[in-house]
Structure formats: C-alpha cells, structure tokens
C-alpha cells in the first residue's frame, strides 16, 4: 500500500515555524530599513531550502509570521493558492495541544438504560463515542468483552450509537467529490473504527489476492472483518502481466467495487477505503465483538442518538494520550 508523502514540505514549514518562534523571542527590534540578524537568518535558510536542486518544478508558498503581533517576518508565493495538505496538521496539532493538553485522553464508553434481570439487560446497550480516531476492532472487543464480564448475555432492547459529541456533517465543504473514497478524505464521526495502527479512521483496508488460475475472480478480504462493507468484486486474475486493481466505492453506500486485473501468483495488494457513514460502521463492529462474546443484542441498531444521563455505565476504553497520538498524526503524512 503505497501513501502520498509530503516530507521535505512539511520539513520547511516545520524549520520555518521553529525560526520564527525563534525570532520572536530573541531578535532585537528591527527597523525598517535594516531587518533584525535573526530574520535575516531566517530569511537565508529558507531560501536555501527553497533552492535545493531536489525542489526543481515544485512550486511553494511560504508565510512566516510573528506570532504576537502578526507581523509578516518571512514571504514568498504568499498569495498563491496552493493546496497545505498535511501542512495543516501543524495548525490543528498545535491547537489541541494548547486546548486539551498533551496528557488528553478520548474516551469510548459503553453503558446501559433499563434494568437488570439475572443476565438479561430490558434496556438498551448504549456506544458512546468521544471523537477517539485510534479505536481498533480490538478495542470494541476488548470492550465486548467487559459486557460479557459483567454477566450480560441477552440485550432486550437496541443498541444505540452515540455519537452526538460532533455534529452530523460528515464530509468537508471544501473537499473534492472524486476524492471520497480515499482515506484522506474518510467522513468525519465521533464513533469510528481505524483498520490498523496507522489511525485512517473511518476507512477499511481491501486486499486482493489472485485466483489459483487465469480467468478466476481475485479472492477479496476486508481489514478489519465486517458485515458492513459489501464488494462487488469485477476483477479479474490473469496468467502474466502487472497487477493493477482499483477499489472504488459507490456514492450513499458502502459497496466496494473492485476492478482490474492481478497476476496469477502475485502478491496481495491493499488500499485503504472510506466507508460510507462511521458511525453504523463502528455499531456493527461492536455488535459483531459482543456475538463473539455471547452476548445477544435483540434489538435493532439505531444511530445518532444521544445517551441518557441516567445511563448506567459498563465499561470505558481510553485513547493513548494526545502527546503520543501526535507521534503516527505528524509522521504519517498524506
């Protein structure tokens, strides 16, 4: 699986951010006709960046400013419009630190309104979700599990995925709609589920490994396993040649469809997807791990409503702190 990677761009704003704090602490005042030594090293050091023989056709557009004042120390392009990509992560990881603090947890809860009869619950089981992007399959079912342990086996009622800590918009205004089903653009949702530790919530990875022969149909798996996502599988295995395959997924549905060809004795290939609405897709995650746990919901599964007060709570699953999830959010860029 194959990720676009922004290093060296992220690399200049980085360098070009920490100068500027630099300069803002330090520097001297300037006047207007001679700039302070420190924004005059800024200056050069970002010019040489911009100038490395390995940027040669790529176009950047750089801002730096004092973070006080807002006064411009550093431009150029200034006003080109260019897309940030993961430079955004600079941004939005520098104001969660400062509002939620590096020691933040998000929590994933699970509790329950009605009463208890022996091992029967008459109420409904209630999935509660903080906004946490690192929830695993293992996870829910580590939080299955914790059901079980508390003697539940029979759920009367539904169960209810809460994910009303964000709002219903799923998708960005701005985003484009042929990027939809790429993992950069994965629907936003306080109730998620990430395939692996690389953290693409929202998303399940599809792999297609050939056919024992020329003219079968590839073999295609999901990561994690779910009853949520449907393929519609038109590949095809060939007996030599490239594997090229595409995942796709329909608009309004969660319907991977697979084309192209793989090569008979090749390796697997992957590909992250988005599935269309996270929060049904964590539900059915969850009441997948409590099946596998013995533990019967006889109810429907209902989406976006919110927890009552009085809910008793069963079990709570807490994120790795925010300074630790900055590491795979500010590494793995898109």
């Known amino acids: 699986m194959q990720r676009r990677r922004y290093p060296r761009a992220l690399a200049l704003v980085a360098l070009a951010t920490a100068l500027a704090t630099a300069t803002t602490s330090a520097a001297p005042t300037a006047t207007a006709e001679s700039p302070a030594p420190a924004e005059t090293r800024l200056s050069a050091t970002i010019d040489a960046i911009l100038a490395d023989a390995r940027l040669d056709g790529a176009q ?3 801002v730096v400013a004092d973070a006080t004042t807002g006064d411009t120390i550093y431009q150029r392009n200034g006003d080109r419009r260019l897309i940030p990509a993961s430079n955004t992560k600079l941004l939005t990881s520098a104001a969660a630190m400062e509002l939620l603090g590096a020691g933040h947890r998000f929590t994933t809860d699970v509790l329950h309104t009605g009463a208890r009869r022996g091992t029967v619950l008459t109420g409904d089981l209630h999935l509660r979700g903080g906004g946490d992007p690192t929830m695993l399959a293992a996870d829910y079912d580590a939080l299955a599990a914790r059901v079980a342990a508390a003697g539940i086996r029979v759920v009367g009622g539904n169960l209810v995925a809460d994910d009303t800590r964000y709002d219903a918009t799923r ?16 629907q936003v949702s306080a109730l998620t ?5 690389d953290y693409d919530a929202g998303t399940v990875i599809v792999t297609a490994t050939p056919g024992a022969g020329a003219g079968e149909r590839p073999q295609i798996s999901l990561t994690p396993p779910n009853g949520y996502v449907r393929i519609d599988n038109r590949a ?4 030599t040649g490239t594997t090229n395959v595409s995942f796709d997924h329909e608009h309004g549905t969660n319907t991977v469809v697979v084309t192209g ?3 008979v004795g090749a390796a697997p290939t992957s590909d992250w997807v988005t599935v269309w609405e996270p929060t049904g897709y964590a539900a059915d995650v969850f009441r997948t791990a409590l099946r596998r746990q013995g533990v019967q919901v006889l109810g429907r599964t209902v989406l976006g409503r919110a927890t009552p007060a009085s809910a008793t709570g069963i079990a709570r699953h807490d994120s790795m702190p925010l300074s630790e999830l900055m590491v795979p959010f500010l590494k793995l860029l898109r």
């Open 60 to 62: 950047a557009g750089v």
């Open 261 to 263: 060809q793989v090569a």
């Open 193 to 197: 589920v990430a395939p692996d530790t």
């Open 236 to 239: 095809t295995t060939v007996a």
């Open 171 to 186: 998708l960005g205004p701005d985003w484009t709609w042929d990027d939809e089903p790429y993992y950069y653009a994965a």
